[in-house]
Nanobody
Framework: QVQVVESGGGLVQTGGSLRLSCAAS????????MGWYRQAPGKERELVASITDGGTTTHADSVKGRFTISRDNAKNTVYLQMNNLKPEDTARYYCNAEVRLFTMRTGDYWGQGTQVTVSS
């Protein structure tokens, strides 16, 4: 079994910062790409940022210059540093990890999400 667990969400004022963390653990052989998605009420889930196991990153246009994704491969952990937060960043943030198991099967695993609320 593979577990993906997020942490670090909370309530913050406009202009504030939060750092999200996500760790993949369990009977996994290797973690490839990892990413952060978010979903606001009434909206579809959208990609916020992603990072390959080699460190190549992508960020959604809406967060460029404010959010930074990074990872620690030794810990199978991905981070999302969020600065200058805006009310429109309010959403539930989900972590995704592409994992190869010891059986050599590969699949996508999702965490339960962590709530980020930005007050105006």
């Amino acid at each position: 079994q593979v577990q993906v667990v997020e942490s670090g969400g909370g309530l913050v004022q406009t202009g504030g910062s939060l750092r999200l963390s996500c760790a993949a653990s369990g009977r996994l052989f290797r973690v490839y790409g990892m990413g952060w998605y978010r979903q606001a009420p009434g909206k579809e889930r959208e990609l916020v940022a992603s990072i390959t196991d080699g460190g190549t990153t992508t960020h959604a246009d809406s967060v460029k210059g404010r959010f930074t994704i990074s990872r620690d491969n030794a810990k199978n952990t991905v981070y999302l540093q969020m600065n200058n937060l805006k009310p429109e960043d309010t959403a539930r943030y989900y972590c995704n990890a592409e994992v190869r198991l010891f059986t050599m099967r590969t699949g996508d695993y999702w965490g339960q999400g962590t709530q980020v609320t930005v007050s105006s």
